[in-house]
C-alpha cells in the first residue's frame, strides 16, 4: 500500500513563496501520476496540480503561473513549489498517486485509497 508523507508547510506572507515535499514508498514510484491536493477550512478537497509519468504537467486554474509540481523518479519524491501566494491558498496539502491522464475531471472521479496526514500552508494577508 502507498504511503505518503507530506512536508514543507508553514505560514509565509501574502506574495511569499513555499516548495512543499512529500515521499513516496509502498509502490514503483516512477510509474505513477502524482498530484497535489488542498483542502481549506470548510471547503472540499480540491485537486491542484498534477504531474504525469511522462513529466506534463497540468494545474488548476487559481495556481497557474504560480504553482509549479515536480518530481523526482530517484528519491521519490514529488515537489509543489509556491510563489506569489495569496490567502486562499491557505489549507491543508496533500498528495497522492492519480490516473496517468492530463484529463482533471478524471482525477476527480478517481478512487483513492489513502491519504498521508497532509502539511499546513498559511498565508498571512
Known amino acids: 500500500q502507498v504511503q505518503l508523507v507530506e512536508s514543507g508547510g508553514g505560514l509565509v506572507q501574502a506574495g511569499g513563496s513555499l516548495t512543499l515535499s512529500c515521499s513516496v514508498s509502498?509502490?514503483?514510484?516512477?510509474?505513477?501520476?502524482m498530484g497535489w491536493f488542498r483542502q481549506a477550512p470548510g471547503k472540499q478537497r480540491e485537486l491542484v496540480a498534477v504531474i504525469l509519468t511522462s513529466g506534463a504537467t497540468v494545474y488548476e486554474d487559481s495556481v497557474k503561473g504560480r504553482f509549479t509540481i515536480s518530481r523526482d523518479n530517484a528519491k521519490n519524491t514529488v515537489h509543489l513549489h509556491m510563489n506569489r501566494m495569496v490567502s486562499d491558498d491557505t489549507a491543508v496539502y496533500y498528495c497522492?498517486?492519480?490516473?496517468?491522464?492530463?484529463?482533471?475531471?478524471?482525477?476527480?472521479?478517481?478512487?483513492?485509497?489513502?491519504w498521508g496526514q497532509g502539511t499546513q500552508v498559511t498565508v498571512s494577508s
Open positions: 509502498g509502490i514503483y514510484f516512477s510509474i505513477y501520476a
Open positions: 497522492n498517486t492519480g490516473p496517468d491522464t492530463q484529463r482533471l475531471d478524471l482525477w476527480d472521479l478517481h478512487e483513492y485509497d489513502s
